[in-house]
């Protein structure tokens, strides 16, 4: 059974950073492609980023310069920096597998606010 794990949300001030890590369970990491997701009370949930399995990378415009999505093979692991975060960066936010259908996991709170 696939298992996402999201830890290193919190409060943060505008301009602050975070740094998210997605430990995953239950599947041949390393060979898949993994992306960050981010979620807020009624709207749909929207891909943040992507690494593939060869260390493609890519971005959501709103988070480009701003945000860097990294992955540990070893560790089964896959990290999003945030830096100067936003109002608007104000989520729940998730890992998963783009494309699949594999459960979410709990998520973590990231909010930023002064």
């Known amino acids: 059974q696939v298992q996402f794990v999201e830890s290193g949300g919190g409060l943060v001030q505008p301009g602050g950073s975070l740094r998210l890590s997605c430990a995953v369970s239950?599947?041949?990491?390393?060979?898949?492609?993994m992306g960050w997701y981010r979620q807020t009370p009624g709207k749909q949930r929207e891909l943040v980023a992507t690494i593939s399995s060869s260390r493609l990378i890519n971005y959501a415009d709103s988070v480009k310069g701003r945000f860097t999505i990294s992955r540990d093979n070893a560790k089964k692991t896959v990290y999003l920096q945030m830096n100067n975060l936003q109002v608007d960066d104000t989520a729940v936010y998730y890992c998963n597998r783009p494309g699949s259908s594999q459960p979410w996991g709990q998520g973590t709170q990231v909010t930023v606010s002064s």
């Open positions: 239950g599947m041949s990491f390393g060979a898949y492609g």
